[in-house]
């Protein structure tokens, strides 16, 4: 298991925070997705290390963008 942390831009709301969980959390090999608008924040831990530009595609989908922390 790994967890890698990013930032995530323009959340303001539990809406915002579930809409990221859900596109991450369709990303294959994602066990747990945590989601904090407060701090902007994301955190997932996965089976294996993820590919970044996964991850930032499927932020950017829910309509925000992501870096890594």
Known sequence: MTTTEYQVTGMTCGHCEMSVRREVGKIAGVDAVEVSA???????????????????????????RAVRA
């Open 38 to 64: 407060a701090d902007g924040s994301l955190s997932i831990t996965a089976s294996a290390p993820l590919d970044d530009a996964s991850v930032f595609a499927a932020v950017d989908e829910a309509g925000y």
